[in-house]
């Protein structure tokens, strides 16, 4: 819940739901101005304290791992993600999330078209997500959305895909583009 309850709370009017057999499989929410949410850091650092994920025994690698990532990447001059820049070319922004097996349905489709023509309805210059770069099926997915790479591939500390470190990915897009 640390991605959604601050859209609900926020932004109510912007969540909408995939379903199948009656089930639900899936949400897209949104915020129409990104500066209307709290920051990517402080949603972290609040579930953090909240959930008190700090005192859990299994958690204790993770922030390890993220602590010597930043540490290595800050001796190697490599850029760390951190937080969220609001660009006003692109001030909306999405999250998105299927369960596994609604993967490949149409389902996510379904969602970000809703999301789109909200949008365009509502005169929105254009939107940005965040993804990793390693997770090339989401990545080809918000391709075919219209959404294209913007700006650098900073690290994503702690963070591994099949053992190694993942990179985060800003992906904007505009009713602009469209046509």
């Not at 990104?34 to 994920?53: C, F, N, S, W, Y």
């Not at 930043?70 to 001059?77: G, I, L």
């Not at 997770?135 to 190694?164: D, M, Q």
Request: charged share 20%.
């Amino acid at each position: 819940m640390v991605y959604l309850d601050p859209y609900i709370e926020r932004c109510p009017d912007t969540l909408f739901l995939a379903e199948a057999d009656g089930r639900l499989v899936g949400y897209l929410t949104g915020c129409p101005d990104g500066a209307l949410l709290p920051g990517e850091d402080d949603r972290m650092t609040q579930a953090i304290i909240r959930h008190k994920v700090m005192l859990r025994p299994r958690s204790v690698p993770f922030f390890a791992r993220s602590l010597f990532d930043v540490v290595r990447a800050k001796v190697r001059s490599v850029e760390v993600a951190s937080g969220e820049g609001v660009d006003q070319r692109w001030p909306a922004h999405l999250h998105i999330n299927l369960v596994p097996e609604a993967r490949g349905t149409g389902a996510a489709n379904e969602l970000m078209t809703a999301w789109q023509s909200w949008l365009t309805h509502v005169g929105s210059p254009g939107c940005h997500l965040q993804t990793l770069v390693e997770n090339s099926r989401a990545t080809r997915f918000f391709e075919k959305c219209g959404f294209v790479p913007h700006g650098s591939t900073p690290l994503v500390p702690g963070v591994r895909f099949r053992g190694k470190p993942v990179h985060q990915q800003t992906m904007v897009w505009s009713p602009s583009q469209q046509g």
